[in-house]
């Protein structure tokens, strides 16, 4: 046989169209069988002449022109059929990913960039040094951090059926050859996609958050529980293999977090009590899985004391573990771990005040700490291997002790977040009420400094128990006292971090640390002892001026005695938030963009300055307006020594869905997280050497110059919040309430006070995207002024300089996905003619401009000539949308029209979750 090769680009793509193919006829069977011919033509009908204007052979008012008028009780099956196209084409698009990645693996190709083993290989060239490497990740951790999104609505039923089809199409492609075992699991899928049709894909009731806590823990039983321990595994096991005198990653260096629940800026929904079922449903789903696997192993581990020897430890634990002797007597390891569950099955029900499935009602004593359960395990483990029974060792327990490892009896670390400015309010009430001082919020900021580190440094309490509180202060304070329970019963890593919103001064983090001294979590010390607080006191840097003062800001509070001593008590290391929702917003783009990538020079400089461990987090959204894009490139266009070993980031809504629903695109998706940490903690990967400094003045410039063309748009254009108001969907996002929180921060038609997540998702609903480009191309434009040789040296920045590449590559992949087009559309829902005209044409022309701008520097013909899977995604997936759009813009005119009917509303909500799902990044 000849060596194996990779397809040719036609072969490549054609099992994926096959999918969708076979898919779609399925879910077209199913439609006609049960939505009767005339729903079924009306969708097929559309759905040709979708793909019609795709090709250029009819205009975009042939689509609308079939939809208009359309009876609502045909819209709601065409508008659902449309959407689980979407989701099919998805579901086809993962498989055709993991197959390509096969076939390459087949071929002997080398390993592919963002994938672990290309890392490894870059690191093994490199020839590091083994304490180099030992000193940059020794606090090393790579943190996901799930987010609740008002777009990601669909069901768990919806997602299991997603999970079954997934594995089902799978199996149908192993076994091709197999004519009868192919028409048994096509049979399977078609019942599937029947349940799926029968399955209302969203709740009709308001998107509670108790419901996004279930949302967002559905991940774990789904891929995570099993994905991010063999990670760990598996990195821990590669590093040390290469410097194997030096002690790596001693924890594990994938551990997730969570917002939902915790994060109660701007949402009057997050209380105390929110925040036990948070943490505790967190820790129940640890728990149930835990105790799950420990019945599996007592099953397995059947090992006779007749045919093999234990260790004394085990022994020790067998001896105890059924109360009555004679069972399983000669079976000590069944024994040992009937031991090991029912402890932990009074852990469990200590901290949870029940007993989780597979529990042992057996009155054992708690464990007091991970730890002590894996000591027990490792006692299991240490046993097996000294009987030579190494590969049952290596199985199920070892992925139990993982598990274990990595997610403690906490599952998720639980992050607590805040507006400064209610901070400010409820620590003038505090003091007021205490007789500190009768009015804080009139006080500078340097007596503020003083008086907050007063009462930073002594145990005293501001409150009795009889204080009388307003609601808010009260509601405050219940919180973080409930965080504090949580701490004590979970551990300190259940609730790691208190995040600091529109952080802007150095007493809005002393604030912050006054609420945790007054809620039980901060021990200010006392002379000969340190102040303790196991909570990080995290500022969130958003708006572009804040980020330009963020590093001073810092920097002011390090000098602070009490704040410093904090910073020690943590090890030396400070958190630093980056917003990249609210400086897009602010500034535009490009200027966000280069804003935060100057924050992080300054903050990496201060860190240098002031001996302390910098960990950045970055608030990410799914779509480019909000930091989003491929999170490897992403990782490695950040400054050299911006890294350092840690990362945490949000992921958001649909795109936790399209990252962490299956495991193999979870699987691809987090390693790509470690990797890109990795290399830039580990490589030189900035690439401009002695070219910084005047590369860093060329984006001064350019970043001066965007936010400019974006501010004559956006917060100088007279009537442009209007315009923005009728020509997209945000009224309706706030009004259909899609997710628990508000839409606005406060009661106002600001676009400053809106939240980033509906004004991109939007924009990114009416095809504008207009948060992810808007202003780049004047910007860019205006720098070159025709000069050939300063064009050639923007061609040469993209070319070395992976900051500047990654930010002209997502433009180009959100410029991909609008449609200006479709944007006109939406725009005919303004009234006043002269505006729609003004705003729309402004958008229109730095859309060209943009794109023209993008050719001339990379050199590419199309948007998308570096990135051909995405290319291929739109080509599968948008004529899908075309319908979508049309049914939208539809419905929005009947409800602005006055009918407000609860079917009219559902349509244009189901309207937003199909057209979220095909975007796959859409806010």
């Not at 027990?376 to 190494?390: N, T």
Request: aromatic fraction near 6%; hydrophobic fraction near 40%; glycine fraction near 8%.
């Amino acid at each position: 046989m000849g060596e194996p090769t990779i397809d040719t680009p036609q072969d490549a793509i054609r099992p994926l169209r096959d999918d969708i193919r076979f898919l779609g006829g399925v879910l077209g069977d199913t439609i006609r069988g049960h939505e009767g011919p005339e729903v079924f033509d009306l969708i097929e009908r559309v759905r040709i002449e979708a793909f019609r204007v795709r090709r250029e052979e009819v205009g975009r008012s042939a689509v609308a022109e079939m939809l208009h008028g359309v009876d609502i009780a045909v819209a709601l099956p065409l508008i659902r059929a449309f959407s689980y196209f979407v989701l099919l084409a998805n579901l086809a698009e993962d498989i055709q990913r993991d197959r390509r990645r096969a076939a390459h693996e087949a071929a002997g190709e080398p390993p592919q960039d963002s994938s672990l083993a290309a890392t490894y290989r870059k690191l093994d060239a490199a020839a590091l040094d083994g304490r180099r490497v030992a000193d940059l990740l020794a606090d090393a951790l790579v943190s996901p951090v799930i987010t609740a999104h008002p777009t990601e609505t669909r069901r768990r039923t919806v997602f299991d059926a997603q999970a079954r089809i997934t594995e089902l199409m799978r199996r149908r492609q192993r076994y091709a050859e197999n004519e009868r075992e192919r028409a048994d699991l096509e049979s399977q899928i078609r019942r599937q996609v029947l349940s799926l049709w029968r399955t209302a894909l969203i709740r009709l009731a308001r998107l509670r958050i108790q419901d996004e806590i279930s949302v967002g823990l559905r991940y774990y039983d789904l891929t995570l529980f099993d994905v991010i321990p063999a990670i760990n595994a598996e990195v821990r096991a590669a590093l040390r293999s290469r410097w194997p005198g030096v002690e790596l990653l001693p924890r594990p260096m994938l551990r997730p977090g969570s917002w939902i629940g915790g994060d109660r800026d701007g949402n009057p929904y997050v209380t105390a009590d929110v925040v036990r079922q948070a943490a505790y449903r967190a820790a129940g789903v640890a728990f149930e899985r835990y105790l799950h696997e420990l019945v599996e192993l007592e099953k397995t581990l059947s090992l006779s004391a007749r045919l093999v020897a234990v260790t004394p430890e085990v022994a020790a634990l067998a001896e105890t573990g059924y109360p009555d002797p004679a069972t399983h007597a000669d079976e000590p390891y069944r024994r040992a771990l009937h031991h090991i569950r029912a402890r932990l099955t009074a852990t469990a029900q200590a901290a949870l005040g029940e007993v989780p499935p597979n529990g042992l009602d057996a009155g054992a004593r708690p464990y007091s700490t991970p730890q002590a359960v894996l000591d027990d395990l490792d006692a299991v483990d240490a046993s097996l291997r000294g009987s030579g029974d190494d590969l049952l060792a290596d199985d199920r327990l070892a992925a139990l002790r993982y598990a274990l490892e990595t997610f403690g009896f906490h599952l998720q670390g639980l992050d607590m977040r805040q507006n400064s400015e209610v901070h400010e309010q409820v620590v003038a009430e505090l003091l007021a009420w205490a007789g500190v001082h009768p009015d804080y919020a009139s006080l500078p900021e340097a007596r503020r400094v003083e008086l907050l580190t007063a009462e930073l440094s002594t145990r005293r309490p501001l409150l009795g128990p009889h204080a009388r509180l307003s609601e808010l202060a009260a509601k405050e304070l219940g919180i973080v006292r409930a965080a504090r329970e949580v701490v004590e019963t979970l551990g300190a890593e259940a609730v790691p971090n208190y995040i600091i919103s529109m952080c802007t001064s150095v007493s809005d983090l002393l604030e912050a640390a006054l609420l945790l001294k007054e809620g039980g979590l901060l021990d200010p010390g006392e002379p000969g002892v340190p102040p303790s607080c196991p909570v990080g006191i995290v500022p969130l840097f958003e708006t572009i001026e804040d980020l330009g003062a963020g590093a001073a800001t810092l920097s002011a509070a390090l000098e602070v005695p009490v704040y410093r001593e904090l910073v020690a008590a943590q090890g030396m290391r400070q958190e630093v938030m980056l917003g990249y929702s609210d400086s897009n917003k602010d500034g535009g783009y490009l200027a966000a963009n280069w804003a935060l990538y100057r924050a992080e020079l300054d903050l990496v400089e201060v860190a240098r300055k002031t001996g302390i461990r910098l960990r950045l987090f970055h608030g990410r959204g799914g779509t480019v307006g909000r930091g989003g894009g491929r999170s490897y490139d992403a990782i490695l266009a950040q400054p050299a020594g911006a890294v350092r070993g840690s990362l945490r980031l949000t992921e958001q809504g649909e795109v936790i869905a399209a990252k962490y629903a299956e495991p193999g695109a979870a699987h691809r998706n987090l390693e790509s997280l470690i990797a890109g940490t990795l290399e830039s903690t580990l490589l030189d990967v900035e690439g401009l050497g002695p070219d910084a400094e005047p590369s860093y003045g060329i984006m001064d410039d350019l970043a001066a110059r965007a936010r400019a063309a974006y501010a004559r748009l956006v917060h100088e254009t007279p009537g442009f919040v209007e315009y923005f108001r009728q020509s997209t969907p945000v009224a309706e996002v706030g009004d259909l309430n899609i997710g628990s929180r508000p839409a606005s921060r406060k009661p106002t038609s600001s676009v400053a006070d809106l939240r980033a997540i509906p004004w991109v998702m939007s924009w990114s609903q009416a095809r504008v995207m207009l948060p992810g480009w808007y202003g780049t191309g004047t910007a860019l434009e205006e720098w070159i002024g025709g000069d050939p040789e300063r064009l050639a040296t923007l061609a040469d920045l993209y070319r070395r300089w992976p900051f500047f590449r990654t930010v002209l590559s997502n433009l180009a992949q959100v410029m991909a996905k609008t449609d200006l087009d479709i944007a006109a559309r939406y725009a005919e829902l303004v009234d006043d003619v002269a505006l729609r005209e003004q705003i729309f044409g402004m958008i229109r022309d730095e859309h060209a401009r943009t794109i023209r701008m993008h050719a001339a520097i990379t050199g590419n013909d199309h948007l998308l000539a570096d990135n051909p899977s995405l290319a291929e995604s739109i080509h599968n997936r948008f004529p899908y949308l075309e319908p979508l759009n049309q049914m939208q813009v539809e419905l929005l005119r009947r409800l602005r029209a006055g009918d407000d009917s609860e079917l009219v509303k559902r349509g244009i909500l189901l309207t937003m979750n199909g057209l979220a799902t095909a975007l796959r990044n859409s806010g």
